[in-house]
């Protein structure tokens, strides 16, 4: 059983840094992409970053581009979310997904395969 789950949320002043941690089971995700995506109070799901597995060929939405570096570890089977700069509008239940290969617009639609639960991240003034 596939099972992605998300920690490292809670709340941050405007200015601050959280990283978030994504830890998979249950499949090798070496020829997946792994994403986060976000999804504020009353807006849709959005796209914030993803990951290639393969190769590290990293996307990022405009929005967090320049503040917020996504990674992973093998050996540990978990994908990053590194937040530096946070802002009131980064607000939001922070989703971690994974798919099979994508490329560029691709993997910035949320159609991935596999989901977490999700793990709050809220920034205040």
């Known amino acids: 059983q596939v099972q992605l789950v998300e920690s490292g949320g809670g709340s941050v002043q405007a200015g601050g840094s959280l990283r978030l941690s994504c830890a998979t089971s249950?499949?090798?995700?070496?020829?997946?992409?792994m994403g986060w995506f976000r999804q504020a109070p009353g807006k849709e799901r959005e796209f914030v970053a993803a990951i290639r597995w393969s190769d590290s060929t990293t996307y990022y939405a405009d929005s967090v581009k320049g503040r917020f570096t996504i990674s992973r570890a093998n050996a540990k089977n978990t994908v990053y979310l590194q937040m530096k700069n946070l802002k009131l509008e980064d607000t939001a239940v922070y989703y971690c997904?994974?798919?099979?290969?994508?490329?560029?617009?691709?993997?910035?639609?949320?159609?991935?395969?596999?989901w977490g639960q999700g793990t709050q991240v809220t920034v205040s003034s």
């Open positions: 249950g499949r090798t995700f070496s020829s997946y992409v």
């Open positions: 997904a994974g798919r099979q290969y994508c490329a560029g617009a691709e993997c910035h639609a949320p159609t991935y395969d596999y």
